[in-house]
């Protein structure tokens, strides 16, 4: 009797045992969900006495493990007559994009003008950093993505250089005229893009949404995405149902989200006529098992 009554006790406690991690075990979210300005800076390898990150994806992020293919998605303040360290990353390929002030680009052994809009292409292993002289804060937005092993990487001669405000405005195939593109950045083989330069990066673009205007919720079966809200208010779409219904959260200037692939992914604007119109700053990149077709 005794010894039955220990077999049952022991084997109550294995299953209390092999339970216990199911239970604790958390699931990976579908997307992730950031407030920037409320977010804190961090520690980093662009830190300094004078500049400030914030990680909003990957590096740095309490979730990073769900970003695969990104390796950081953040924040970087530079003070008046401040400087960034300067960095270089052998298998990785960065985006800068300036969102406030004016400042100068080490790249390499160039230092380059930089202003407000302006964005760029950091090729893997060349050492780069960002200085302001100007007396006014400099902010913007730094983007990594990790080089897949095997990548052979085409290196430009030059910075790859150019201003979203001189990028023209247009509709994409696909998409409601109610929303209109301005098409940034894509790989080597883009054809419609200004800037034809990245490996793991396949779009970088701004949408600017006409007042109750949207994307069209859609999904992409070998992409990341991060949408960065610049301006106004409206719904950000994240995933969706069995019935096609969209998961739709409020969302206004400041927002960020990331969105894993084959997650449903959109936006309706909120804005009337007469208000700012919402406009989103927008970057899709490949997942790291996918390759170009």
């Not at 958390?26 to 800076?41: G, M, N, S």
């Not at 230092?111 to 913007?140: C, E, F, T």
């Not at 730094?142 to 790859?160: E, R």
């Not at 106004?232 to 206004?252: C, H, N, Q, T, W």
Request: neutral net charge; contains cysteine; hydrophobic residues 40%.
């Amino acid at each position: 009797m005794i010894r039955q009554s220990l077999s049952v006790c022991m084997l109550f406690l294995l299953f209390v045992a092999a339970s216990l991690p199911a239970q604790e075990r958390r699931v990976d979210p579908t997307f992730l969900r950031r407030f920037v300005p409320a977010l804190e800076a961090r520690a980093s390898d662009l830190t300094s006495a004078t500049s400030r990150y914030k990680p909003i994806f990957g590096a740095g992020d309490p979730d990073a493990r769900v970003v695969r293919g990104i390796a950081r998605y953040g924040e970087l303040t530079v003070d008046p007559g401040g400087a960034s360290p300067e960095v270089s990353y052998a298998a990785e390929e960065q985006v800068y994009v300036i969102l406030e002030g004016t400042g100068l680009l080490r790249y390499g052994e160039e230092d380059i003008p930089v202003r407000k809009h302006d964005y760029m292409y950091l090729a893997p292993g060349i050492r780069h950093g960002i200085r302001n002289p100007s007396s006014q804060p400099l902010r913007l937005i730094v983007m990594g993505f990790k080089i897949p092993a095997g990548v052979v990487i085409t290196l430009p001669p030059n910075l790859p250089l150019a201003n979203m405000d001189e990028v023209r405005l247009q509709t994409v195939g696909g998409h409601p005229p109610t929303t209109l593109y301005r098409l940034l950045m894509g790989d080597t083989r883009s054809t419609r893009d200004r800037l034809a330069v990245a490996h793991v990066v396949t779009s970088l673009f701004t949408m600017e949404f006409d007042p109750g205007g949207t994307n069209f919720p859609h999904h992409h079966e070998q992409e990341e995405e991060i949408y960065l809200v610049l301006s106004g208010y409206g719904e950000m779409v994240a995933g969706s149902g069995l019935d096609g219904i969209e998961g739709k959260f409020p969302a206004r200037a400041g927002d960020a989200c990331f969105f894993r692939l084959n997650c449903t992914v959109g936006f309706y604007a909120g804005n009337k006529a007469g208000e700012e119109k919402a406009r989103i700053l927008a970057v899709r990149s490949l997942f790291p098992s996918a390759r170009r077709q």
